[in-house]
Structures are given as structure tokens and as C-alpha cells.
């Protein structure tokens, strides 16, 4: 089975990679940054696609891993060049966390070309997409499900078949929502504790040990406390999916107030030029005087 991907950045680039070790045929890479793509391709052995019918010619299954819902509706229904020129017959599994009406968006136009979508909603980040540890949240129809799942097994340690297109997004949102509003809150409980003069390392094993407690405490407080904030995932997706969820509460009549001042506090980190920076650098705007130097600290 030939396997194409288009967006090749820090999880597409690694989960191409993980196929390629697991000995599958990874046949042609898109990315509108070139550069990225044509050093995947040499590194892989494979095409650097110009096009993105090109991609879709070179493979049966094509993984799309990009970043918001403009880019998504580009690549399927761009004027000219697209994804969905002569793919009938083909697969394609959409990764990026976008709006969930835009999954269904994309499954019928798929359809309308012959072809089958599915959303593969990732809930991990860089090291799990190299490992192929990934976990996976799965949306669109069983058939569609059931073809990709023995690539799928390669890729993650655990999948999820949701239900239908838009639904395995929505569980998404809501996973980085509450991931981000556990960021925030960690981020102002540290910088409380620096502000006390409290020993931080004591305090992250305190938290640890008690209600406290989360995932995000074990992947960034250390990050916060030291100031290293190399991106995993960026202040600017967690901006981007805090609004995807806070646009579905909106659609529902509901008032999200903690997931609202998360979103505006990573709208502030990027209007602070910090939108590149890994999420646990929303610390730089908890810990007292740090912000001021913020961009002397990566």
C-alpha cells in the first residue's frame, strides 16, 4: 500500500518517518514549506511532490496533517490543484485538530470524488508520532475506519473509533481545552509558589501527591520552573483549539468562562511574540517580572 502525506512539519515529518521503519511504502511528501519537503523525501527516499494531485496520484492512502480549517479546506478544494483531483478509490486521513464541521465538509466532497475521509484526531505530540505511541480519536464511516486501521495500529498505542465525521473532532477540542485550561492553572499556581518564595521542585512533588495533579505537571512543570520552552505544541495551537471548543460551547448557548481566559491568555503570548513558544511558556505571563524578559528565553 503506497502512502502519501501532506504537511510534513514536527508530527507529519515523524509519523512518515515511523511508517518508513515499519515497512511501509511511503511514496510522495507535500508541504507548502519546500525546504521541509524535499529533505523529508531525500531522508525517506521518496518524491517531494509540487502538487497536491501529485501526492494523490503516488499513493492510496494519503495522511494530511496541517494546520487550521483554511488550510484543510485549501488542500481538498483549492481552485485547480487539489487533493481530490482523480482520487477515486483513494483514502485519505485527515490529523490536524480543525473544526469538526470541516471533517464533514471534507468526507462529502470525498465522497462527491469517489474516494473515502476519515479523522484521526491525535492526542499526543512529537516523541509519540517517532514511536509510534500515538492516541488516536477516530471519525467517519466504519468502512473507511476498518481500511486504515492496520496503518493506524503502527502509528498509535491506543485508537478510539468515535463515530461518525466530526464527532472524533469534537472529542478533541475538548481534550485540548481542558489540557490548556490545566496549563493555565499550572502555570499560575508555580508562579504564586515562586512569588512566595516556596521551593518549586518541592511544590511540583507536593502537587504530584495530591489533588493537584496532572498530566500537564508531569510534561510541563518542570518546563515552567527552568524556563524551557522548546515547542512540543505551541502557544499558537492552543490558541487555535481553545477557540474550536469555545466556538462549539458558543453554537450551544454555553458560557465557558475558564476555557475563555485560557484562550486570552495565549492570545496575549502571541501578541506578545511568544506564539511559537512551547504551551508551557504561558508561565512567562504568571511568574512576576518574568513576562518583562520573556523574549530573552526560549
Do not use: W
Not at 32 to 50: D, H, I, K, W, Y
Not at 212 to 231: F, I, K, P, W, Y
Not at 237 to 264: F, Q
Amino acid at each position: 500500500m503506497n502512502i502519501g502525506f501532506v504537511g510534513v512539519g514536527r508530527m507529519g515529518a515523524n509519523m512518515a518517518r515511523r511508517l518508513k521503519d515499519r515497512g511501509f511504502h511511503v511514496t510522495a511528501v507535500y508541504d507548502t514549506n519546500r525546504a521541509a519537503a524535499t529533505s523529508l523525501a531525500s531522508e525517506l527516499g521518496c518524491a517531494a511532490a509540487q502538487d497536491l494531485s501529485e501526492v494523490t496520484a503516488a499513493s492510496d492512502v494519503i495522511f494530511t496533517v496541517v494546520t487550521d480549517d483554511n488550510a484543510m479546506r485549501q488542500i481538498f478544494a483549492g481552485p485547480g490543484d487539489n487533493l481530490l483531483v482523480n482520487a477515486r478509490g483513494k483514502l485519505f486521513v485527515n490529523c490536524a485538530t480543525i473544526s469538526p464541521e470541516v471533517h464533514v465538509e471534507i468526507e462529502e466532497l470525498a465522497n462527491k470524488a469517489g474516494a473515502q475521509s476519515l479523522e484521526a484526531c491525535m492526542a499526543s505530540s512529537i516523541t509519540q508520532a517517532r514511536e509510534g505511541k500515538l492516541y488516536l480519536m477516530c471519525g467517519g464511516s466504519e468502512e473507511a475506519f476498518r481500511k486504515a486501521e492496520p496503518i493506524l495500529k503502527e502509528l498509535a498505542a491506543q485508537i478510539r473509533f468515535v463515530g461518525r465525521a466530526g464527532e472524533a473532532a469534537k472529542v478533541k477540542a475538548l481534550v485540548n481545552m481542558v489540557m490548556n485550561i490545566n496549563t493555565a492553572g499550572l502555570a499560575e499556581g508555580l508562579g504564586l509558589g515562586a512569588a512566595l518564595g516556596l521551593d518549586l521542585t518541592m511544590l511540583r512533588e507536593v502537587f504530584s501527591q495530591t489533588g493537584a495533579n496532572s498530566r500537564v505537571l508531569e510534561t510541563d512543570g518542570e518546563d515552567m520552573q527552568n524556563r524551557e520552552h522548546s515547542c512540543f505544541f505551541s502557544a499558537a495551537h492552543a490558541a487555535k483549539d481553545s477557540g474550536i471548543a469555545l466556538e462549539l460551547a458558543r453554537s450551544l448557548g454555553l458560557d465557558l468562562p475558564l476555557a475563555r481566559a485560557t484562550k486570552e491568555q495565549y492570545d496575549r503570548m502571541i501578541g506578545e511574540g511568544l506564539g511559537e513558544f512551547d504551551k508551557s511558556g504561558i508561565a512567562e505571563l504568571t511568574f512576576k517580572d518574568r513576562h518583562k524578559h520573556s523574549g530573552d528565553r526560549r
